[in-house]
């Protein structure tokens, strides 16, 4: 499957292209409910993306293609998440899965699998898109 990128024309000199990073639903640890879960943390993503984020998040192990393109990650507007004492920065970036709102959160820990994207959004995105483990998705990011 080819790696779909659209380029953007907003201003003279100024471009801006949209990567689909695609993968499969698989379930995780419960560490990034735990994690959304924090005041602090809903806090900010409310602040920053602009939506109060369902308790959880989607785990997407990210195809082999779709891990080759993550560094055009770092070229997307994000947002830091400052942590409490004790806990691990991280980045959020706005993002759109099945068109629906949504970000990708990635804690900046050495041990993090590059193959995988965790995405919070307003809603249980399994529910409403009718997900399960092994189902294909897309998560589109501007950058």
């Not at 809903?42 to 602009?50: R, V």
């Not at 109060?52 to 308790?55: H, L, R």
């Not at 995105?125 to 950058?143: F, P």
């Given at each position: 499957?080819?790696k779909?990128?659209?380029?953007?024309?907003?201003?003279?000199?100024?471009?801006?292209?949209?990567?689909?990073?695609k993968?499969?639903v698989?379930?995780?640890?419960?560490?990034?409910?735990?994690?959304?879960?924090?005041?602090?943390v809903?806090?900010?993503?409310?602040?920053?993306?602009?939506f109060?984020?369902?308790?959880g998040?989607?785990?997407?192990?990210?195809?082999?293609?779709?891990?080759?393109?993550?560094?055009?990650?770092?070229?997307?507007?994000?947002?830091?998440?400052?942590?409490?004492?004790?806990?691990?920065?991280?980045?959020?970036?706005?993002?759109?899965?099945?068109?629906l709102?949504?970000?990708?959160?990635?804690?900046?820990?050495?041990?993090?699998?590059?193959?995988k994207?965790?995405?919070?959004?307003?809603?249980n995105?399994?529910?409403?898109?009718?997900?399960?483990?092994?189902?294909?998705?897309?998560?589109?990011?501007?950058?």
């Open positions: 499957m080819a779909r990128t659209k380029t953007i024309s907003l201003l003279e000199g100024c471009h801006l292209s949209e990567t689909v990073y993968g499969t698989f379930s995780g640890t419960g560490e990034g409910r735990k994690f959304i879960d924090l005041p602090w809903k806090q900010q993503i409310q602040e920053k993306l602009g109060t984020p369902y308790p998040t989607l785990n997407i192990r990210l195809t082999r293609e779709s891990v080759l393109q993550k560094d055009k990650l770092e070229k997307a507007e994000k947002f830091e998440i400052k942590p409490e004492e004790g806990y691990c920065t991280g980045t959020l970036i706005k993002a759109r899965i099945d068109g709102i949504c970000g990708v959160v990635s804690p900046k820990v050495p041990s993090y699998p590059k193959d994207l965790e995405v919070v959004a307003p809603w995105l399994r529910e409403r898109l009718k997900l399960a483990d092994g189902s294909k998705v897309g998560v589109t990011v501007t950058v």
